[in-house]
């Protein structure tokens, strides 16, 4: 069973960094797309960066572009999401997926498809 469970959300002013880290078991991160999504008020979720599985290639999105950083550790079997010079609008619920798609909704829906961790919030104050 794959299974995805995400750390290191918390609180950090603004212009602060955080990293989020996934831990990631029952699989193996190159037979996987791998992305980063987040959930902020009165949006949807949006996917930040992807990294695909056999090419590794990673894609960065809107507005993780230039800010977030996606990195991979095989040995632990934990990717992470180094998030530089945050914003009051990047406070939000972040959730790591695998093979995910959940375009035009909530993060949470039970439409979504994939595999994800739990989510971790963040908020970045003033």
């Known amino acids: 069973e794959v299974q995805l469970v995400e750390s290191g959300g918390g609180t950090v002013q603004v212009g602060g960094s955080l990293r989020l880290s996934c831990r990631v078991s029952?699989?193996?991160?190159?037979?996987?797309?791998m992305e980063w999504w987040r959930q902020v008020p009165g949006k949807k979720c949006e996917s930040l960066v992807a990294r695909t599985g056999r090419d590794r290639e990673i894609y960065y999105r809107g507005v993780a572009s230039g800010r977030f950083q996606f990195s991979i550790d095989d040995d632990k079997n934990t990717m992470y999401l180094q998030m530089n010079r945050l914003r009051p609008e990047d406070t939000g619920e972040y959730f790591c997926?695998?093979?995910?798609?959940?375009?035009?909704?909530?993060?949470?829906?039970?439409?979504?498809?994939?595999?994800w961790g739990q989510g971790t919030l963040v908020t970045v104050s003033p």
């Open positions: 029952g699989t193996t991160f190159d037979r996987h797309e």
């Open positions: 997926a695998a093979d995910a798609s959940a375009h035009d909704m909530e993060c949470r829906s039970e439409r979504r498809l994939g595999h």
